[in-house]
C-alpha cells in the first residue's frame, strides 16, 4: 500500500519506489485523501528528476550545497582552501542561496554590484568571479556570462639604491622604544627580501632546514605559485643568515604585522606615507628589476621569482631598456 495510516495521531505515511530509490516517510496529512495527492506530488517529482541529465540534475542543486561539493574536491587539499571556501559562501550571501541554474547574467550582476558597495576593487570582485566559474564549471553549468573585469597592471614601485639604504638605515640605527624594538631585525629582513625577491610570507616560513650553506641555496617549497624553487644566496644575504642562525631555529621569528608595522614607520619617516606602491612587496619587485637589467632572462627571472607563468614576468620586460638599445644597433647601417 501507497499510503497508510500510522501512530497514535494518525498520520498518514507513503512507502512506494521509483527507479530503484525508495520513499517511506510521512506525509504530514491526517486524511487519505490529502495523503494520496502528498504522495503523487513526491513521486512525480522522482519521476521528473530520473528523467533530467546529470548536468539537469546539477543545476537544481542549491548553491550553498554545490559550494560544499567543490570545497570537498577542489579545494580542500590546496594552501588557500579557508578562504577559497569563505569567499564562495560569501557569494551565496550577496545573490541568495539559490539554485545553480537560477545563476544568471543577472545574478552576476547583483554580485558585482554588492561587492562594489563594500568598496571591493576589480582584482578582489575578479577573485569572486573565478571562485564563482569554478563551482559553475564543476557541477558543469554554463560560465559564459561570469566574464572578469579588466584589471589595472598599475606601476610597478622600484626600490632604488638609494632609498633601500635610508630604509636599513632607520630601521638599525634608530634608537627605537620597546613598541619597535623588533626594527632592526626588519633592516635585516629587508636586505634578504631585496636580495632574493621572496614573498614576505615565503620568508617568515623559512626554517634553517631550508638553507643549503654549502650548495649557498635557499629552497622555498610551498608559495602562492605552486611552483618549489631554490635561490642562490648573494654574499649579503649569506652573510645574515649564517650571523642569525647562531640563535633561532628560522631565520625571522617575526610576524607580517610586525614587518608591515615597521615597513608603516619607514614611510612616514621618508615621507613616502602618500606613495601608495612603496609597500613591503615592492622589494620583490626590486629584486625582478635589478635582474632584468642586468640582462638576466625572463625565463630565469620567471623560475627566480616563482612565478605561475612567463606573462606574469614579462611585465618586468620593459625594465630593460639596454636591450632595446642594444637592438637598435643592429639596425644600423655600417
Given at each position: 500500500?501507497?499510503?497508510?495510516?500510522?501512530?497514535?495521531?494518525?498520520?498518514?505515511?507513503?512507502?512506494?519506489?521509483?527507479?530503484?530509490?525508495?520513499?517511506?516517510?510521512?506525509?504530514?496529512?491526517?486524511?487519505?485523501?490529502?495523503?494520496?495527492?502528498?504522495?503523487?506530488?513526491?513521486?512525480?517529482?522522482?519521476m521528473?528528476e530520473?528523467?533530467?541529465?546529470?548536468?539537469?540534475?546539477?543545476?537544481?542543486?542549491?548553491?550553498?550545497?554545490?559550494?560544499?561539493?567543490?570545497?570537498?574536491?577542489?579545494?580542500?587539499?590546496?594552501?588557500?582552501?579557508?578562504?577559497?571556501?569563505?569567499?564562495?559562501?560569501?557569494?551565496?550571501n550577496h545573490?541568495?542561496?539559490?539554485?545553480?541554474?537560477d545563476?544568471?547574467?543577472?545574478m552576476?550582476?547583483?554580485?558585482?554590484?554588492?561587492?562594489?558597495?563594500?568598496?571591493?576593487r576589480?582584482?578582489?570582485?575578479?577573485?569572486y568571479?573565478?571562485?564563482?566559474?569554478?563551482?559553475?564549471?564543476?557541477?558543469?553549468?554554463?560560465i559564459?556570462?561570469?566574464?572578469?573585469?579588466?584589471?589595472?597592471?598599475?606601476?610597478?614601485?622600484?626600490?632604488?639604491?638609494?632609498?633601500?639604504?635610508?630604509?636599513?638605515?632607520?630601521?638599525?640605527?634608530?634608537?627605537?622604544?620597546?613598541?619597535?624594538?623588533?626594527?632592526?631585525?626588519?633592516?635585516?629582513?629587508?636586505?634578504?627580501?631585496?636580495?632574493?625577491?621572496?614573498?614576505l610570507?615565503?620568508?617568515?616560513?623559512?626554517?634553517?632546514?631550508?638553507?643549503?650553506?654549502?650548495?649557498?641555496?635557499?629552497s622555498?617549497?610551498?608559495?602562492?605559485?605552486?611552483?618549489?624553487?631554490?635561490?642562490?644566496?648573494?654574499?649579503?644575504?649569506?652573510?645574515?643568515?649564517?650571523?642569525?642562525?647562531?640563535?633561532?631555529?628560522?631565520?625571522?621569528?617575526?610576524?607580517?604585522?610586525?614587518?608591515?608595522?615597521?615597513?608603516?614607520?619607514?614611510?612616514?619617516?621618508?615621507?613616502?606615507d602618500?606613495d601608495g606602491?612603496?609597500?613591503?612587496?615592492?622589494l620583490?619587485?626590486?629584486?625582478?628589476?635589478?635582474?632584468?637589467?642586468?640582462?638576466?632572462d625572463?625565463?630565469?627571472v620567471?623560475?627566480?621569482?616563482?612565478?605561475?607563468?612567463?606573462?606574469?614576468?614579462?611585465?618586468?620586460?620593459?625594465?630593460?631598456?639596454?636591450?632595446?638599445?642594444?637592438?637598435?644597433?643592429?639596425?644600423e647601417i655600417?
Amino acid at each position: 500500500m501507497a499510503v497508510y495510516k500510522r501512530g497514535e495521531k494518525g498520520v498518514f505515511y507513503m512507502n512506494f519506489t521509483v527507479g530503484g530509490v525508495r520513499i517511506f516517510k510521512s506525509t504530514g496529512k491526517f486524511t487519505k485523501r490529502e495523503a494520496k495527492q502528498v504522495e503523487a506530488n513526491e513521486r512525480q517529482k522522482l519521476m521528473d528528476e530520473a528523467s533530467l541529465s546529470p548536468q539537469e540534475r546539477a543545476g537544481r542543486m542549491l548553491l550553498l550545497e554545490a559550494i560544499d561539493v567543490v570545497y570537498e574536491v577542489r579545494w580542500k587539499h590546496t594552501k588557500d582552501a579557508e578562504r577559497s571556501y569563505s569567499r564562495a559562501r560569501s557569494i551565496a550571501n550577496h545573490i541568495g542561496n539559490i539554485p545553480l541554474k537560477d545563476i544568471g547574467t543577472a545574478m552576476v550582476t547583483k554580485l558585482m554590484q554588492g561587492l562594489e558597495k563594500e568598496k571591493a576593487r576589480n582584482g578582489t570582485i575578479n577573485r569572486y568571479l573565478a571562485a564563482l566559474k569554478t563551482i559553475l564549471n564543476h557541477h558543469e553549468q554554463g560560465i559564459r556570462h561570469v566574464k572578469l573585469r579588466k584589471e589595472s597592471k598599475g606601476r610597478i614601485r622600484v626600490v632604488s639604491r638609494e632609498e633601500e639604504t635610508r630604509v636599513v638605515e632607520l630601521l638599525r640605527y634608530t634608537i627605537h622604544n620597546k613598541r619597535r624594538q623588533h626594527y632592526p631585525e626588519v633592516a635585516a629582513l629587508v636586505e634578504v627580501l631585496v636580495d632574493t625577491g621572496m614573498r614576505l610570507s615565503e620568508l617568515l616560513n623559512l626554517t634553517y632546514e631550508d638553507i643549503d650553506f654549502e650548495a649557498n641555496l635557499i629552497s622555498i617549497w610551498i608559495n602562492k605559485g605552486d611552483r618549489p624553487r631554490s635561490i642562490p644566496m648573494t654574499k649579503r644575504v649569506k652573510a645574515i643568515m649564517k650571523a642569525r642562525s647562531q640563535k633561532k631555529s628560522k631565520p625571522f621569528d617575526l610576524q607580517p604585522y610586525q614587518a608591515e608595522n615597521a615597513w608603516r614607520w619607514v614611510r612616514k619617516e621618508m615621507g613616502l606615507d602618500k606613495d601608495g606602491e612603496f609597500i613591503l612587496h615592492a622589494l620583490r619587485h626590486t629584486c625582478a628589476s635589478r635582474l632584468v637589467n642586468k640582462g638576466i632572462d625572463l625565463y630565469v627571472v620567471r623560475d627566480w621569482l616563482g612565478h605561475s607563468s612567463i606573462q606574469v614576468t614579462e611585465r618586468y620586460a620593459h625594465l630593460a631598456p639596454n636591450k632595446l638599445a642594444h637592438a637598435a644597433l643592429v639596425l644600423e647601417i655600417e
